[in-house]
C-alpha cells in the first residue's frame, strides 16, 4: 500500500509492507539522489518482514515533486518527523519503532530519533565522511551518530569512500562486502539487520502514544494524507 501524507515542505509518499502480526515498525528514508527501491533498502525491508515487522519506506517531499537534489538538513528533519507522527496515528500505530534509512536517510533518522520516539536506529552507508574536493574543508558527521542514544546498527561496505563509522557503547558496525551503494551483497545486509533486529525490540514496551514531536520541533505541524 502507498499513502501520500502532507508535510511542512510538501507530499511526501510512504510505501507501506506490513506483517501479519507485527512485532514492531521500522520507517526507512532513501538516500539523497536515489529512490525507495536501493538494494540496500529492498533487503533490510525483506529482513525485517521475515522477523514480523511491519515496514514503511518513505519518499521525501523533494523526490516525490521529481527533484534530485535533497533540501536542506531543517526541512528533511521536519518532513520526516511529519511523516513518522502521521503513521504513527494511522497504520502503524503503537507499535515499537525503528527508524533509519541509507546514506542521507540515515543522517535524517539519528538527528529525529528522540523526536520520532524510536527505540533503534538503523544506518546503511553512514556517508561518516564526504570524499574532499580541492577547495573544502573536510567534514566528519560522527556527532550525529554520537548524538542518538538508543541502540543503533551501522551497516557499510568494508570499500565506501566515505568511511566507517566507529563502533560505541549502544552502537554495533558491520562491514559488509562492496561500497557506499551497498549492492555487492544484498544478503550480507540483510542477514546483519536480521541478526540486529530482535535483540533492540526484545522485552521494550510499545509507546502508547505518537512521539511527542511537536514540541522538539516546532517546525512540524500537525500533517494531513492524501
Known sequence: ?????DT????????LHTAETPRAALVLGHGAGGGV?????????????SEGISVALVEQPYRVAGRR????????????????????????????LIVGGRSLGSRVACRTSEATGAVAVLCLAFPL??????????????QELEAVKVPTLVVQG??????????????????????????????AVAAAVRAWLPTVIAGV????????SSAASPAAPRTGRR
Do not use: C, Y
Open 69 to 96: 537534489s535533497p533540501a536542506g538538513a531543517t526541512q528533511l528533519d521536519a518532513a520526516w518527523i511529519a511523516v513518522v507522527e502521521e503513521l504513527r496515528a494511522n497504520e502503524l500505530g503503537d507499535l515499537r
Open 37 to 49: 527501491e536501493a538494494p540496500d533498502l529492498v533487503a533490510a525491508r525483506d529482513a525485517a518482514r
Open 8 to 15: 511542512p515542505q510538501g507530499t511526501a509518499r510512504a510505501h
Open 205 to 212: 514496551p510499545a509507546s502508547g502514544t505518537p512521539a511527542a
Open 129 to 142: 565522511e564526504p570524499p574532499r574536493r580541492a577547495g573544502k574543508l573536510p567534514q566528519n558527521r560522527l
Open 1 to 5: 500500500m502507498v499513502v501520500e501524507i
Open 158 to 187: 568494508e570499500r565506501d569512500p566515505f568511511g566507517i563509522s566507529p563502533p560505541g557503547p549502544s552502537r554495533e558496525v558491520v562491514r559488509v562486502p562492496g561500497d557506499h551503494g551497498l549492492k555487492a551483497d544484498p544478503d
